[in-house]
């Protein structure tokens, strides 16, 4: 079964830094557009960024574009979600997933696919 795997998670205190992996497995990465997103305890599944083929970036969160960026490494079938100054704010199960060949004009989760089992981040003193 095609989907992602989301890891790099943990626990780590404010204003750490952790960075996370989204690995595709049954299929070829580096022609989808990517998506991140996150949820959080009692809330709905958040759009954070998504990256092009090509590595153009499209914002989906004011929230966390000036402390957290996504890249991609087309060779290692990968895309990367650095997060830098982490808030407790940022406790959520992150994941990833394709909206197809382009980024979605839309930050709704709807329009994306094949998520993997997300991957937890827990952000504590």
């Known amino acids: 079964q095609s989907q992602f795997v989301e890891s790099g998670g943990g626990l780590v205190q404010p204003g750490g830094s952790l960075r996370l992996s989204c690995a595709a497995s049954g299929f070829d990465l580096d022609v989808l557009a990517i998506g991140w997103f996150r949820q959080a305890p009692g809330k709905e599944r958040e759009g954070l960024f998504c990256?092009?083929?090509?590595?153009?970036?499209?914002n989906y969160s004011d929230s966390v574009k000036a402390r957290f960026t996504v890249s991609r490494d087309n060779a290692k079938n990968t895309v990367y979600l650095q997060m830098n100054s982490l808030k407790l704010e940022d406790t959520a199960v992150y994941y990833c997933g394709t909206g197809g060949f382009y980024c979605r004009s839309t930050r709704s989760p709807t329009e994306y696919e094949y998520w993997g089992q997300g991957t937890q981040v827990t952000v504590s003193s």
């Open positions: 990256i092009s083929p090509s590595g153009v970036v499209t």
